[in-house]
């Protein structure tokens, strides 16, 4: 980490050193949040920036509607800071660090239950098998909360919830990657969630400063700029600059995680030695030489100036201490007041125009330009001493051959770029002083920009930084910082369609990243963003997150919504899980009446067989298929509203259940549907004041009867051919050899007479009412069977229901026919066998032209049986008595 806090760099005049009291106040501030809290160690420099890069002064930029902001988080407007409020600005320690660093554990009486929390929750996450997905799994269900609970008029609070979620799972996995080992499962989950916290930091940064700056086109006019100072010039500069002051939040940003990731490193470096007032007791090893050869001068500056070197020992300890000083430095910012590393501060001289006796001491260098001019030449000083001056003077060079991380190498840019701008809006100002000129060409006339910053980075030497580029959360904080959404989404098209899965949080993160960037109506791809949220909403259905499902499905386009939350539903197996998802379907705005009717015309159409016909052989079980089929009907009974839908869909899947002989499954539809389902139709539009049912609805019902007479019929021949087949056998009689055995025959005689008797009646009953059953269907009233009563004009025929329903009057109607044959032959019922003929062939019913030519051939051989059966009995081929 080589990213420095923004203390450090700016030109603005700054407060006074940090004490070391101070310094573990901040600490406390910068860990790792406890408790949900309004600012998150993350967030301090969202609501307050006073540690931005030359601007301590400004007001950071937040949208100034309430259209988008939450209530009562307004700021005014830009204005001029007036003269004799700058000398406010300089605080002392405790008040810098109050301001600047607010403890997310203040307010908290005793928090060691905290840290026992987490080591309990630790304790038990070590014993899952990924702990850290455990862990990190309720992050689904509550960014949803948070989603919800949050109107569009909040969106940055929002934000603010997500990163507060993610920053306390990253505290809690830490805990367990302690124990694990950074080489576990759980240190990359770690790892992924650290990157999304600091991804909602960055973009709720910029884009409460880019909807303000949309929002505000008159902001020049509220900017009133004499040229007094170096710093108003500045302050002045970062109001009316967008550029300069994004690169300085892309800055902030980068030293609040280096602050995060360092956390009490500050505190525990080792100075070599106890008395610092001692200017050569770090070179203790020197000393000692120096004492014995009087070669060596004391002097501090000796190793630059009269190339004497120090002692081996000395160097390294001189090589450590630098390095941790850049480190210290780049956390601290003002952790030492070290006369060299005050020049970079802007002069300001708030006397001047004041109008006030009172003298106010003078802020900053007003050799700014000689003392930046001496930085650039420091070439013999270690690498890490020299990358401290190159970050205060915009040196690129030095602070790159120290950076070792992609986040390093941005900062260092962006630093630099911040750094080129503010000077040149001082020489174009006229008030940076001549030795600037000294400076090398490169620096004064560089064109800095954000795309040319990354494209720089692009073309580092380093294989870390170059892998890094490449990472999904840097390419999406890239792509943030530019602004440029078209250029994201491409990315996000690119890694839906890899053939290896995202990772489920970056899915997760994606897809409220889209919703947020939704919320504040930019203009987007929106393909893209529903192929985000259509993998998210797989993601959900796979990981069987059931009421997670609704709320994202409702982002989709309607006709998708449908189409995704009927997908979900045949997932849906648990009966008792049904009613609450489609409660949710309801909550979330979804059009539960068209999904239920797509889970149900797409169970039922999913391997559907042909309209067979009834004399080739099938299998007529139930199979699992089937039902599915018979359980989809379910879907629509949960809500009487639906009432008219589950009966057309009903009827359609006993149209093909009737087809295929599957008069079980076909039974089982007919039970699923409410009796009261036809009275229940006729109050729903009669509630609505339609007295007559439309046409499509009253057609449903009458199919619907259809349907129940053709399955009594087929039920009334099921128990007359089970009753037929069951006679009592005649008891064979034993030999009368004694009179006991004549009366055990005598007695199994009468016994079967008596049943004979029973059986026969009960026969007659059955013969009758499988013929009125059967003639019930043939003679169906009103057109007949299977025939729709009437049509509207104006809406659509389906096609394919006339199809079926014609197709299953040529295959029942000719089948029940042969079974009443059969049945009134085997009553002997000649007669009436005979009498069919004249209602098959009537004009009236017209049921001639469902048999086939085969079918009516086979039903004058039957006849022709019954004739011959008469003729025998001495009756005419009619079963009339013959005339003498």
């Known amino acids: 980490v080589i990213r420095g806090v923004s203390e450090l760099p700016s030109p603005v005049v700054r407060d006074d050193e940090v004490t070391v009291a101070a310094r573990r106040r901040k600490k406390v501030a910068c860990g790792g949040s406890p408790v949900r809290s309004t600012v998150t160690p993350a967030r301090p420099l969202l609501r307050a920036t006073p540690a931005s890069l030359f601007r301590q002064a400004v007001t950071p930029r937040v949208p100034d509607v309430s259209s988008i902001l939450a209530p009562?988080?307004?700021?005014?407007?830009?204005?001029?800071?007036?003269?004799?409020?700058?000398?406010?600005?300089?605080?002392?320690?405790?008040?810098?660090?109050?301001?600047?660093?607010?403890?997310?554990?203040?307010?908290?009486?005793?928090?060691?239950?905290?840290?026992?929390?987490?080591?309990?929750?630790?304790?038990?996450?070590?014993?899952?098998?990924?702990?850290?997905?455990?862990?990190?799994?309720?992050?689904?269900?509550?960014?949803l909360a948070s989603f919800l609970k949050h109107s569009s008029s909040a969106v940055f609070e929002l934000l603010e919830d997500f990163q507060t979620l993610c920053q306390e799972k990253v505290d809690v996995l830490q805990s367990v990657v302690l124990r694990a080992g950074q080489n576990s499962k759980t240190a990359g989950v770690r790892w992924l969630l650290q990157q999304e916290s600091n991804t909602w930091r960055l973009i709720n940064t910029l884009y409460k400063d880019r909807v303000q700056l949309s929002l505000e086109d008159d902001l020049m006019a509220d900017i009133v700029a004499p040229n007094e100072s170096e710093k108003i010039v500045v302050e002045q500069l970062f109001q009316k600059d967008a550029v300069i002051r994004h690169s300085q939040l892309v800055v902030d940003w980068l030293e609040c995680i280096a602050r995060d990731q360092i956390g009490d490193f500050s505190d525990n470096i080792e100075y070599y030695a106890k008395n610092q007032n001692n200017l050569f007791v770090c070179e203790a090893k020197t000393k000692f030489e120096m004492q014995n050869n009087l070669s060596y001068i004391q002097d501090p500056d000796a190793p630059l100036r009269q190339q004497r070197p120090l002692a081996d020992l000395d160097r390294e300890d001189d090589a450590r201490l630098l390095k941790n000083l850049f480190m210290l430095c780049k956390r601290c910012g003002q952790a030492w007041r070290a006369a060299t590393l005050e020049g970079w501060k802007l002069y300001h001289d708030p006397n001047m125009n004041s109008g006030n006796y009172t003298l106010k001491p003078v802020e900053g260098n007003p050799h700014r330009g000689i003392w930046k001019t001496c930085c650039w030449r420091m070439e013999q000083l270690n690498r890490y001493e020299r990358a401290i001056y190159a970050s205060l003077s915009g040196n690129l060079k030095p602070i790159l051959a120290v950076c070792e991380s992609w986040e390093d190498c941005v900062w260092a840019h962006f630093r630099v770029m911040v750094d080129s701008l503010v000077e040149k809006e001082l020489l174009s100002s006229g008030m940076t002083n001549q030795e600037v000129d000294t400076l090398p060409r490169e620096y004064l006339e560089a064109n800095w920009t954000m795309e040319k910053a990354f494209e720089e980075l692009q073309a580092t030497e380093s294989k870390r930084v170059l892998e890094e580029t490449r990472e999904h959360y840097h390419v999406i904080q890239k792509f943030i910082i530019l602004g440029d959404l078209d250029g994201l989404l491409e990315e996000f098209s690119d890694w839906l369609k890899a053939s290896k899965p995202l990772p489920s949080h970056l899915l997760r993160f994606m897809t409220h990243l889209v919703l947020f960037f939704r919320s504040l109506g930019l203009a987007l791809k929106e393909h893209v963003c529903v192929d985000v949220l259509k993998s998210y909403v797989s993601l959900l259905i796979r990981e069987q997150q059931n009421n997670l499902v609704a709320s994202y499905v409702g982002q989709l386009p309607s006709d998708l919504a449908t189409a995704q939350y009927a997908a979900f539903l045949e997932t849906v197996t648990q009966a008792e899980l049904r009613p609450r998802c489609l409660q949710l379907a309801t909550e979330s705005g979804l059009d539960v009446a068209a999904i239920t009717k797509l889970v149900a015309e797409t169970v039922r159409d999913r391997d559907d067989g042909e309209f067979t016909h009834h004399s080739q052989t099938v299998e007529t079980a139930t199979t699992q298929e089937d039902q599915k089929k018979i359980d989809v009907i379910n879907w629509l009974l949960f809500d009487s509203a639906h009432r008219s839908e589950a009966l057309k869909q009903s009827n359609a899947i006993m149209r093909t259940f009737l087809a295929l002989q599957k008069h079980d499954a076909a039974k089982a539809v007919f039970s699923k549907v409410p009796e009261d389902s036809m009275k229940e139709i006729c109050s729903q539009w009669a509630a609505v004041g339609q007295s007559v049912l439309p046409a499509e609805d009253e057609n449903a019902i009458r199919e619907h009867l259809c349907i129940r007479a053709y399955l009594e019929a087929h039920e009334a021949f099921t128990d007359w051919f089970s009753h037929s087949s069951s006679a009592p056998q005649k008891p064979a009689p034993a030999p009368e050899v004694k009179f006991t055995e004549k009366v055990a025959n005598e007695m199994r005689e009468k016994e079967y007479q008596t049943a004979l008797s029973a059986w026969s009646c009960r026969l007659d009953v059955l013969t009758e009412d499988v013929k009125e059953r059967i003639y019930n269907v043939l003679l169906f009233v009103d057109g007949g069977w299977m025939m729709d009563g009437r049509q509207d004009p104006d809406s659509e025929q389906d096609s394919e229901r006339s199809h079926q329903m014609a197709a299953l009057r040529s295959l029942c109607l000719p089948r029940l026919t042969f079974l009443l044959l059969s049945v009134l032959q085997n009553s002997?019922?000649?007669?009436?066998?005979?009498?069919?003929?004249?209602?098959?062939?009537?004009?009236?019913?017209?049921?001639?032209?469902?048999?086939?030519?085969?079918?009516?051939?086979?039903?004058?051989?039957k006849?022709?049986?019954?004739?011959?059966?008469?003729?025998?009995?001495?009756?005419?081929?009619?079963?009339?008595?013959?005339?003498?």
């Open 863 to 884: 006849l022709r049986e019954s004739s011959l059966a008469l003729l025998d009995k001495g009756l005419d081929p009619l079963g009339y008595e013959l005339q003498q």
């Open 72 to 143: 009562d988080a307004r700021t005014p407007r830009y204005t001029h800071t007036p003269r004799n409020a700058l000398s406010s600005l300089n605080l002392d320690d405790s008040d810098w660090t109050n301001s600047m660093y607010t403890s997310p554990v203040s307010g908290l009486e005793n928090t060691s239950f905290y840290t026992e929390d987490i080591a309990n929750c630790s304790s038990a996450l070590l014993k899952e098998d990924d702990p850290g997905e455990s862990a990190a799994a309720s992050l689904f269900p509550e960014f």
């Open 828 to 861: 002997t019922r000649h007669q009436e066998a005979l009498r069919l003929a004249d209602i098959i062939s009537s004009d009236q019913h017209r049921l001639y032209e469902v048999f086939s030519k085969e079918e009516l051939r086979r039903f004058l051989q």
